[in-house]
């Protein structure tokens, strides 16, 4: 996966626990911002609580061919993603009039289903939208099918058995298909570098303008793609401001620590709370 450089290492840590009110600073911060750029990472990213759920779990127990599984996770992603999905439409309705652009490192594709514009998303993790080669022959990528997700289904409630699934291949070297994620053996990330390159013509635009960052969630898995780059922007514009909000990795850099908050909540009730005040 291509990632951003990262500022060089910073060694002051910066604590802070969050203050009174310091939701109500952050949306007041967005309606004013020219532009504002959110950052979402693992935390929120509901495929790890699918690993954890028990439906999950004895559903897939007994499932002998393991290219099925990945359906399963889908499924299951799309049953679990209607609550977090009506949290992002808080969000997006705070956004509604902002200049603004999303990276998320989420693979549920939740946020694409909350109503942003999607040309100012980009998700570098991929996802369960689309399949590859698993062998990557070409860059191309394939629709799912609706009527293996219908078998899926079926198999799931015992009208079928993994006899009745046909694993689907590419149609141009014949080795299967797989989901178009950073999962994937060799991943094709031309699922997401168009994306990435209007992301990257985006951030010129923020050279030296009023900018909120709002980081969420994101942790140390992919720290070049969100982490890091977040704390350069803030580090290099002096009219920028990083609030970051994390269970664990709230602490923020010493060198941006007048403009840089960390705010130590559960990213989901976090969101909750700032989608209220609209």
């Given at each position: ?50 690993q954890e759920d028990p439906w ?18 889908k499924l299951r992603i799309g ?35 909350a109503g942003f514009d999607e ?160």
């Amino acid at each position: 996966m291509q990632e951003p450089e990262g500022i060089p290492a910073l060694i002051t840590i910066y604590f802070n626990q969050g203050e009174l009110g310091m939701t109500e600073r952050i949306r007041k911060r967005m309606d004013e911002a020219d532009l504002v750029l959110i950052g979402l990472g693992e935390e929120l990213d509901i495929t790890k609580l699918v690993q954890e759920d028990p439906w999950y779990q004895a559903k897939i127990q007994n499932i002998i061919n393991s290219w099925i599984i990945p359906y399963v996770e889908k499924l299951r992603i799309g049953q679990i993603a209607k609550d977090r999905c009506s949290i992002y439409m808080q969000l997006c309705s705070m956004l509604e009039h902002k200049n603004y652009f999303i990276v998320s490192i989420c693979q549920d594709g939740a946020i694409k289903d909350a109503g942003f514009d999607e040309s100012r998303i980009v998700e570098p993790c991929g996802g369960y939208e689309k399949l590859q080669c698993s062998e990557k022959c070409s860059g191309k990528l394939h629709e799912v099918s609706s009527k293996l997700q219908n078998q899926i289904r079926d198999f799931l409630d015992g009208k079928l058995t993994e006899a009745d699934l046909e694993e689907p291949c590419c149609p141009d070297c014949g080795k299967p298909l797989v989901f178009n994620n950073i999962n994937a053996a060799h991943y094709a990330e031309e699922g997401y570098l168009n994306q990435w390159m209007r992301y990257k013509k985006w951030l010129q635009g923020t050279v030296n303008k009023n900018v909120c960052l709002l980081e969420i969630g994101v942790g140390m898995k992919y720290p070049t793609v969100i982490r890091w780059p977040f704390e350069k922007i803030t580090f290099y514009n002096q009219k920028a401001e990083l609030f970051r909000v994390h269970s664990k990795l709230y602490q923020m850099a010493g060198e941006i620590k007048e403009r840089g908050f960390g705010i130590c909540r559960e990213p989901e009730e976090f969101l909750k709370e700032l989608s209220n005040g609209i």
